[in-house]
Nanobody, 115 residues
Framework: QVQLVESGGGLVQPGGSLRLSCAAS????????MGWYRQAPGKQRELVAG???????NYADSVKGRFTISRGNAKDTVYLQMNSLKPEDTAVYYC?????????WGQGTQVTVSS
């Protein structure tokens, strides 16, 4: 099993930046993919960015060029650097890890972009 804890959310003005962190514990060496999803009120949860072990990152079209996903050297942390934030980026952001085809989720962190 894997436990995930997100941090770094908050309130930011349009055009600002935030960095989200997700710390994994447990069976971290069996994680094949980590990613960030988000869910806005009244909308379905959607993929924001994902990164596999040794593979390229992938991004939703809406965040390409603004968001960057990365993993820490110890492979137990994944980050989401969010720049040029827009009001439509407002959502609860969730960290996800896949271990042996099983999905694990964090509790979510709120990101609000508003002036």
């Amino acid at each position: 099993q894997v436990q995930l804890v997100e941090s770094g959310g908050g309130l930011v003005q349009p055009g600002g930046s935030l960095r989200l962190s997700c710390a994994a514990s447990g069976n971290i060496f069996s994680i094949s993919m980590m990613g960030w999803y988000r869910q806005a009120p009244g909308k379905q949860r959607e993929l924001v960015a994902g990164i596999t072990s040794g593979g390229p990152a992938n991004y939703a079209d809406s965040v390409k060029g603004r968001f960057t996903i990365s993993r820490g050297n110890a492979k137990d942390t994944v980050y989401l650097q969010m720049n040029s934030l827009k009001p439509e980026d407002t959502a609860v952001y969730y960290c996800k890890a896949i271990v042996y085809y099983v999905n694990y989720w964090g509790q979510g962190t709120q990101v609000t972009v508003s002036s």
